[in-house]
């Protein structure tokens, strides 16, 4: 049992990486990257002023794309692996009878004060989210396996029957709070926020605990099982939906779309864990998807460089493209460019530097000195 009453004086020594987990939060962030760029330019005038119009066939299919196989995914991702991290530093610090309880409430202290800048820049921000959400896990980290595994769960239901009840929940907010205060509350407990944040902090910090991630036969078993599980539910789910609009009609409906598709990306996003987590146990595959580690590992850093990114390039338009309609072919090919960018950065970066900017930052707040962070 860890002791919670003093601080270290220094940070715990790192736990040997796990590089597919690097490689999954890279992955992860290429997800909201799209998410953010493409949602924000396709369709759009440049001077930011609104839609340009009825979409064309080749902006009707990206936009179908991004809904269908990136919207509510690589945020679950992100999420999960959030709580996976802390049972490894957990773990870490415990390994050295270290104190981290206090510790880690202030590092989301921390947390939520880089979301909260971050927001005066990008104002879909999840960072400040995480923050608020993290102080469950310290609640929680001493249960039994078990008990994680039902409050996911629970949880889970939980942003299931918020989803449901949504459209009266916006009007019961609206009436107590305010229509400003009520939508922002609404939205901050719609869809993947504090229900699904929390479901998957905790789903994270229970797979941590069993090694989840450690290349064993076991595990090799574990997320092939995950895989089949996922791709059957998914189907099923699509059957289910298409025989529930069949019988009620569209109209009727439409009350459980928001459940539907929370089901559907949850799904989602684990067939994208097991299936990359799989794919990088090949050694030739590795190599191929090894690019995604560096920018998982400056996850925080490259998170808020994509911020950046989307004004930057909001700015090229409003002053080179104005009100007309930004044309498809130059979004998808910044969106890869920026993309591409941010991958060379976090690569450059991390030949020099032990941590991201961000990061280090992170971690000399946390402990209250600097950290070394030139390697060599």
Not at 241 to 246: P, T
Request: with cysteine; glycine share 10%.
């Amino acid at each position: 049992m860890l002791p919670t009453s003093t601080f270290p004086s220094a940070p715990p020594a790192a736990p040997p990486r796990l590089e597919a987990v690097d490689a999954l939060r890279g992955f992860a962030l290429l997800g909201i990257w799209l998410v953010h760029f493409l949602t924000k330019f396709v369709g759009q005038r440049g001077d930011g002023t609104g839609p340009a119009g009825l979409l064309s066939a080749g902006e009707m299919a990206v936009r179908l794309g991004i809904d269908t196989f990136v919207v509510g995914k690589f945020f679950s991702i992100f999420s999960l692996l959030f709580g996976l991290g802390f049972a490894l530093q957990l773990r870490s610090a415990g390994a050295k009878g270290l104190p981290y309880t206090v510790r880690f409430v202030w590092r989301l202290a921390l947390l939520g004060a880089f979301g909260w800048l971050h927001r005066l820049l990008f104002t879909f921000e999840i960072l400040h989210a995480y923050a608020v959400v993290g102080l469950l896990l310290v609640l929680v980290y001493r249960w039994r396996n078990g008990w994680l595994l039902l409050t996911s769960a629970l949880l889970f239901v939980g942003g299931l029957c918020f989803a449901y009840w949504l459209a009266p929940a916006t009007v019961l907010f609206n009436r107590v709070f305010g229509e400003a205060a009520g939508s922002f509350l609404v939205d901050e407990f719609s869809g993947f926020r504090v229900f699904s944040i929390a479901a998957l902090f905790v789903l994270g910090l229970y797979l941590g605990r069993r090694d989840a991630f450690a290349d064993t036969p076991a595990n090799r078993v574990f997320f092939n099982r995950i895989l089949v599980v996922a791709a059957v539910v998914f189907l099923g789910l699509r059957l289910a939906y298409s025989q529930l609009a069949a019988a009620l009609g569209a109209s009727l409906a439409i009350r459980f779309y928001e459940v539907f598709f929370t089901l559907k990306s949850l799904v989602v996003s684990a067939l994208y864990v097991a299936g990359l987590v799989q794919l990088y146990r090949q050694p030739l595959l590795r190599r191929a998807l090894a690019w995604l580690g560096p920018l998982g590992r400056m996850g925080l850093t490259t998170y808020v460089l994509q911020s950046l990114c989307l004004l930057l390039f909001a700015w090229y338009c409003q002053h080179y493209v104005g009100p007309a309609p930004i044309p498809l072919k130059w979004v998808l090919v910044a969106a890869a460019l920026l993309f591409a960018a941010q991958a060379a950065a976090a690569h450059g970066w991390l030949r020099r530097f032990r941590y991201g900017p961000l990061e280090w930052l992170w971690r000399s707040a946390t402990y209250w000195q600097w950290q070394p962070l030139r390697r060599g």
